[in-house]
């Protein structure tokens, strides 16, 4: 290690400047402040760093474009919504990183997102730079005709500001293989050319096989990973998972090809809770009600009567999903879903391992209970980047205009996962936090952006 430069207050300094220039974005502040916590730690030892606001530069978006999403519903009636594309870093590849359609979806959970990004995919080994958009649309309850309509209104003014080179988005929440297929649609015919301006395409169109497995496949790889550091594994371990959309569903599977048991699911209206496990037949189930059907996760203890439904009230600060017993968790919904208390009952009943597949999943005083207990603590920016990283290949594969195996894609996706592994650990470890991947995944993202950054002088 080298000496240390005197920071002062650093991280208080740098946030109140934060939230005076971007009031109102609780999401983004949040997201800031942990990143901010480490990459001190960084800014001590590389006075470079430093001199050339590489972080003050990091926290403002390259470039924001809000755009108004007319379209005309099943009723003839005109709806209009607000697109934003948020393009925050280039300094390692084109701007990359999904689309979001859910009510909730304003500009600072955008920019919470595509900040995150900006580390996750410096973590990848590729060469991605980093962005985020969606729209304030809600998919719920509207016919595959108003998902088209709607689809294609967005991607008319979005296809001016994106490209295989430019910005290349994926899916997110609301946003799965129907969706990106209309949105492909349209840029192509809009633009009059077939690229790879999109990834998790449908497999006949230049997908990758094996993106939508990813996020979910990749973060159980990296609490393997994680379980290896203490010689153990996921085999016999009992797992919470949340969410029962694309990263909840794949990481049930993983966890079944794994020997593990997973035992509950989870939508906005609550969580079922199947103490027998949720085997290969019934996550097929799951995957015709969410994919096909569209239906509710409670439809499940009707087809299931031995499994327990609770609802959820949203309102309360506590959720009791987080309290059923189990060694390990997978929070795979939505962003704050687990409280502080929350993570104090994860902690009393038993849970030791937790990888995040959803995006900042967990409050900063629950993070801090974590890392207190020393548990394995995947964050993540860390366990799920593996969806963006086989978006990634996706890219690669259309450049070649090839398609790789799907024992390709999957070795590449786990020999990728462990090296993310392996980057956090060491890095935590050489800043002192050994075990702290919260210290490791952000540090040693930083870290490679930063360098590109300076490399490419003041832009
Ligand atoms: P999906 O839309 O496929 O599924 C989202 C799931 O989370 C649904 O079960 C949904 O329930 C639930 N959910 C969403 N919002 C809320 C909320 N506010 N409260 C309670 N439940 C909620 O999305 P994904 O599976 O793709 O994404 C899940 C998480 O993983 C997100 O945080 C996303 O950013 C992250 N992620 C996704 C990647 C990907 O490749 N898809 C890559 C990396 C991270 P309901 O249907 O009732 O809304």
């Not at 290969?280 to 009567?305: F, H, S």
């Amino acid at each position: 290690m080298q000496r240390e430069y005197p920071l002062g207050d650093y991280v208080n300094r740098f946030m109140s400047q934060l939230v005076a220039k971007n009031p109102g974005e609780p999401e983004f502040h949040q997201a800031v402040h942990e990143v901010a916590e480490s990459v001190e730690l960084a800014l001590q030892h590389n006075p470079r760093y430093v001199d050339a606001k590489i972080f003050e530069r990091i926290v403002e978006p390259e470039r924001v474009v809000v755009f108004r999403v007319p379209w005309v519903d099943d009723a003839g009636e005109v709806q209009i919504n607000r697109g934003i594309r948020v393009e925050m870093n280039s300094a390692l590849g084109p701007y990359k990183g999904g689309l979001r359609f859910h009510p909730t979806v304003y500009l600072g959970m955008l920019k919470f997102l595509a900040f995150e990004q900006v580390f996750k995919n410096s973590l990848t080994t590729l060469p991605l730079g980093a962005g985020k958009g969606g729209a304030d649309f809600d998919p719920k309850g509207r016919s595959d005709g108003e998902v088209m309509r709607f689809c294609q209104s967005f991607m008319t003014e979005l296809q001016r500001h994106v490209g295989q080179f430019t910005d290349v988005p994926a899916g997110d929440i609301g946003v799965g293989g129907r969706e990106i297929g209309y949105l492909f649609g349209q840029y192509k015919r809009i633009r009059n050319e077939f690229t790879g301006v999109l990834t998790g395409k449908g497999l006949a169109f230049g997908g990758s096989l094996i993106r939508p497995e990813a996020t979910g496949f990749g973060t159980v790889y990296f609490a393997e990973e994680m379980a290896s550091t203490r010689g153990e594994s996921l085999a016999d371990k009992e797992c919470i998972v949340s969410g029962s959309g694309n990263v909840a569903q794949y990481t049930v599977e993983k966890l079944l090809d794994l020997g593990a048991k997973p035992v509950t699911l989870s939508d906005s209206g609550g969580f079922i809770y199947d103490k027998e496990g949720i085997d290969r037949e019934k996550l097929a189930w799951v995957m015709d009600l969410k994919n096909g059907r569209r239906g509710r996760i409670m439809e499940y203890v009707e087809q299931y009567p031995h499994a327990e439904f609770s609802p959820v009230d949203p309102r309360h600060a506590h959720n009791p999903l987080w309290s059923v017993p189990a060694q390990a968790a997978f929070p795979s919904a939505t962003q704050n879903e687990i409280s502080a208390e929350d993570a104090g009952n994860l902690l009393a009943s038993g849970v030791y391992i937790v990888a995040e597949g959803a995006n900042m999943p967990t409050v900063p005083e629950g993070v801090e209970r974590f890392v207190e207990a020393r548990i394995l603590y995947g964050p993540g920016k860390a366990a799920n980047a593996g969806g963006v990283a086989v978006s990634g290949l996706e890219m690669s594969q259309n450049s070649e205009r090839r398609s790789w195996t799907r024992e390709t894609v999957d070795r590449r996706l786990h020999t990728i996962m462990v090296a993310i592994h392996e980057n956090c650990r060491a890095t935590a470890e050489e800043y002192g936090a050994p075990g702290n991947y919260v210290h490791g995944a952000n540090i040693a993202g930083f870290r490679k952006v930063a360098d590109a950054m300076l490399a490419q002088g003041i832009v």
